[in-house]
């Protein structure tokens, strides 16, 4: 697993492609009920996350691994709760 070093991967301007987590607001966690389901590759889930926990925390550099692995602790931990309901 490779760690997001630089708001640029976690924006994804690196690869190309235009995600820019840091404008959308809503949580990744959980859907609003009213809003359709859209399945989101668990990884892009993970970095989206990821991108919040670093902007929460006043875009400090140098907690990057920690924040990716926040996120997938959280991330997976929804998953296996909705897997198990």
């Known amino acids: 697993m490779t760690a997001i070093t630089d708001e640029e991967t976690i924006s994804g301007e690196a690869n190309g492609s235009e995600v820019f987590p840091h404008e959308t607001k809503t949580s990744t966690l959980a859907p609003k009920s009213d809003e359709p389901t859209v399945l989101i590759p668990i990884e892009q889930q993970i970095q989206q996350?990821?991108?919040?926990?670093?902007?929460?925390?006043?875009?400090?550099?140098?907690?990057?691994?920690?924040?990716?692995?926040?996120?997938?602790?959280?991330?997976?931990g929804t998953q296996a709760k909705a897997a198990r309901a």
Do not use: K, P, V
């Open 49 to 76: 996350r990821a991108y919040e926990l670093y902007e929460q925390r006043g875009r400090t550099d140098g907690h990057d691994l920690d924040d990716w692995l926040q996120a997938e602790c959280e991330i997976r």
